[in-house]
């Protein structure tokens, strides 16, 4: 299996097949069908959910073809993620980017870094899957079918999907915090545009990486515009209990099968 040197299978035979089934799996999830099965979220506006949905689909889990376009870009944001150290790195020391942006900053940088490692656990959580599926895709048969899909999720360790789990309501947590996700998007501008300046210093995929990672923050923040603190507490713990409640069902479901 072709992997590229973060450890993704994306350019794998038949992956393209697995972005797909996700993606259906998705939408059955948090179809007016399958909510109606949680009537403590009725509150929750159909219009607010699907701005949930495209958000996913448009960012973590995107049609295979622009997955590729991404594929580098992907890989840059990790490194940065995964040592939040070059953050500084690029803007200084500590005591001057506090200066420069406030009290928060520490706290706005490590709810950014939280945020952005959702993107990383869930293609993560990808390949996971993938090594799961690929028998199955191979002897031709459908991983769509719901059935089918189900048992594969089954088959995934309690931690990663435990983990996979945490890591998208921190994002959305993220995104709901007005005041905070205003002051990542401007330190990472800034970062942006000081990488820019040194082009002798950072590559256009690093770059890339970064923008990637702004363009994922700055298109999440009118999903939580219009609603109070309630209706988002609702919001995030409806995620959870679903997503909770989506696993167990596939292992129940995977151990009888």
Same mark, same amino acid.
């Given at each position: 299996m072709?992997?590229n040197?973060?450890?993704?299978s ?6 393209k097949?697995l972005?797909d ?14 909510l ?12 607010t959910?699907?701005?949930?949905v ?7 889990y ?5 997955r590729l376009?991404l ?22 020391n500590l005591g001057?980017a506090i200066?420069r942006?406030g009290?928060?900053?520490?706290a706005a940088?490590?709810?950014?870094i939280?945020?952005?490692?959702s993107?990383?656990?869930?293609h993560r959580?990808?390949?996971? @899957?993938?090594?799961? !599926?690929?028998p199955? /895709? +191979? $002897?031709g048969?459908?991983?769509s079918d719901e059935?089918e ?5 089954g088959m ?19 995104l ?6 205003v002051k990542?998007?401007?330190i ?7 990488m ?10 690093e770059?890339s ?13 009118a999903?939580f515009?219009e ?5 988002i507490? @609702?919001?995030l713990? !409806?995620?959870?209990e /679903? +997503? $909770? ?7 129940s479901?995977?151990i009888?099968s």
């Amino acid at each position: 299996m072709t992997k590229n040197k973060s450890g993704s299978s994306i350019h794998a035979k038949d992956f393209k097949v697995l972005i797909d089934a996700y993606r259906e799996s998705l939408k059955r999830r948090y179809s007016e069908k399958n909510l109606s099965r949680f009537p403590e979220f009725s509150a929750i506006s159909i219009s607010t959910v699907n701005k949930l949905v495209n958000y996913f689909l448009e960012f973590l889990y995107p049609p295979y073809e622009e997955r590729l376009k991404l594929d580098n870009a992907f890989e840059s944001l990790a490194s940065f993620v995964h040592k939040p150290s070059k953050f500084l790195g690029i803007i200084g020391n500590l005591g001057a980017a506090i200066f420069r942006f406030g009290k928060h900053f520490p706290a706005a940088i490590r709810s950014g870094i939280a945020a952005l490692s959702s993107y990383l656990t869930a293609h993560r959580f990808e390949n996971v @899957l993938f090594e799961n !599926a690929r028998p199955y /895709i +191979e $002897k031709g048969e459908n991983i769509s079918d719901e059935t089918e899909f189900n048992r594969l999720i089954g088959m995934i360790p309690r931690h990663e999907a435990e983990k996979f789990r945490r890591d998208i309501i921190e994002l959305f947590r993220t995104l709901s915090k007005k005041e905070v996700l205003v002051k990542i998007i401007e330190i990472m501008d800034d970062i942006i545009t000081r990488m820019k300046e040194k082009k002798n210093t950072y590559t256009e995929n690093e770059i890339s990486g970064i923008e990637m990672g702004l363009f994922i923050l700055k298109r999440g923040t009118a999903i939580f515009d219009e609603l109070d603190e309630a209706q988002i507490r @609702l919001i995030l713990h !409806a995620i959870d209990e /679903i +997503e $909770k409640e989506f696993f167990e069902t596939a292992v129940s479901h995977s151990i009888l099968s």
